[in-house]
Nanobody, 121 residues
């Protein structure tokens, strides 16, 4: 019904920057909260940042001041700008969206397939 496709991951040097994008498509009436989670090998998936439809944001403490989440509602897309990246930022980054779907207007959660970010020291 709804697909989330991430892009923008890759290999980046410590101290550098990376920008992730996630575009939603499908039977969408409206998208409420969107966000980014990450999962490193051997660790649980954790919230990085999230943003509501009206632009209110929340950030995990470990990225505070280094990361900016934004969205373009006209494109159903959420972005994650990561600056001053560290080796511990290495993880698979997943996009998330709370979507009100057509035709039921139910609220359903969707996840992208993940995009790898690897930070070299």
């Amino acid at each position: 019904q709804v697909q989330l496709v991430e892009s923008g991951g890759g290999l980046v040097q410590a101290g550098g920057s990376v920008r992730l994008s996630c575009a939603a498509s499908g039977r969408i009436f409206t998208i409420n909260t969107m966000g980014w989670y990450r999962q490193a090998p051997g660790k649980q998936r954790e919230l990085v940042a999230r943003i509501t439809r009206d632009g209110s944001t929340n950030y995990a403490e470990f990225v505070m001041g280094r990361v900016t989440i934004s969205r373009d509602n006209t494109k159903s897309t959420v972005y994650l700008q990561m600056n001053t990246v560290k080796p511990e930022d290495t993880a698979l980054y997943y996009c998330y969206a709370d979507v009100e779907v057509i035709p039921s207007f139910r609220h359903l959660d969707y996840w992208g397939q993940g995009t790898q970010v690897t930070v070299s020291s």
